[in-house]
């Protein structure tokens, strides 16, 4: 069941990818000869629209085939006005944008259900409390829960970080304590912590940590759409940020996952509730939308980066130059989906 939960999400995501790239091209009058979840053997096709609509036997990704663009071929040209290449720079840049929008707008879409169904997260609740820090000083006790900091109200533990982390000086608690509203003033100090790079970094805390209850949020329509602004733009700064790490060498490639992770991943969520696979299903969909955006020749990113270059400097890079960039940029995917199918193993293997 897992298995087959995984391979669902997948071609949904891909779907959505694709169709991105599919809306965009037609918008500009490109004819798309082939709308493909999968790659290699075709399995199953249907004429619609002047459209092939398959599925293949490699489940594993995606593509649209337009008149005048092919991966497998990337010194292709084709006339018309019908065709790719015929299209400006900056049309071809929102045909090839459109594929991670949509991973975006989708991952969008998933958190404000998740939103409206009911988002669980931690209370604003005491659980342990440091000795001698700023906290065990003012007398904060475990269970106290924290209902606003000055003028910020706080609904969840989330809250509490955001603000102590953004304000100056000292700031002014208050506690429900038995029933009693208590005000307590902390003045936070700049402490060691961990960012989740696991790179050390300084930071204003008042030595508190969750006491672990969780709560549900009841989020009107607009908070919903808030939400899901904001779970959206985190998701994708956080990948940003990791492949960044990634590449600068502080994360170490021994954390590069492969698809055994994903659908292990995904099999745990769809096992544990509906909420927890949309939560893992909006962030993967992120996580394909940065992954496409990234400037390697084989990726929508890469494609983007070549027509800026045609926008900029008024022609195109030569033949050969395109095809030895594409080239190399298969090389680059493909080492990377060979380095997470063996973290893949060496962790399970680990784990026996």
Do not use: C
């Not at 608690?173 to 936070?188: L, Q, S």
């Not at 994708?236 to 292990?264: A, C, D, N, R, Y």
């Amino acid at each position: 069941m897992g298995t087959i939960t995984f391979l669902l999400v997948l071609s949904f995501l891909v779907f959505f990818h694709e169709l991105g790239h599919f809306l965009a091209a037609r918008y500009f009058g490109v004819k798309v000869h082939v709308f493909s979840i999968g790659f290699g053997k075709q399995l199953y096709a249907k004429e619609w629209m002047g459209t092939t609509w398959q599925f293949a036997l490699v489940p594993l990704g995606g593509y649209v085939k337009m008149k005048g663009q092919d991966d497998s071929n990337p010194a292709l040209k084709e006339d018309g006005d019908d065709s790719y290449n015929t299209k400006k720079p900056w049309q071809r840049i929102i045909i090839l944008f459109a594929g991670p929008f949509a991973n975006f707008l989708l991952a969008a879409v998933l958190y404000f259900t998740i939103a409206m169904m009911g988002a669980t997260t931690w209370a604003a609740q005491v659980g342990k409390i440091q000795e001698n820090s700023p906290a065990f000083h003012a007398g904060i006790l475990p269970n106290d829960e924290i209902l606003r900091i000055n003028d910020t109200d706080i609904t969840s533990w989330e809250d509490i970080g955001k603000t102590i982390v953004n304000t100056d000086g000292a700031l002014k608690f208050f506690i429900k304590r038995d029933g009693e509203i208590i005000a307590k003033t902390i003045n936070p100090h700049i402490a060691d912590s961990e960012n989740m790079f696991k790179e050390k970094i300084k930071k204003r805390m008042i030595g508190i940590s969750p006491s672990g209850k969780i709560i549900t949020l009841d989020l009107t329509f607009s908070q919903s759409l808030i939400y899901a602004y904001e779970k959206t733009i985190f998701a994708s700064t956080m990948i940003f940020q990791g492949v960044q790490k990634l590449i600068s060498g502080v994360v170490p490639t021994s954390e590069v996952g492969g698809v055994i992770s994903i659908g292990k991943v995904i099999s745990d969520a769809s096992e544990s509730s509906i909420i927890a696979l949309f939560t893992i299903t909006a962030l993967i969909s992120v996580n394909l939308g940065v992954l496409n955006l990234l400037p390697i020749p084989a990726l929508d990113g890469g494609h983007i980066m070549f027509n800026l270059y045609e926008m900029i400097t008024r022609r195109k890079p030569s033949d050969q130059i395109f095809m030895f960039l594409t080239i190399m940029g298969w090389v680059i995917l493909g080492s990377l989906m060979l380095l997470g199918i063996y973290n893949d193993i060496n962790r399970i293997f680990l784990n026996d």
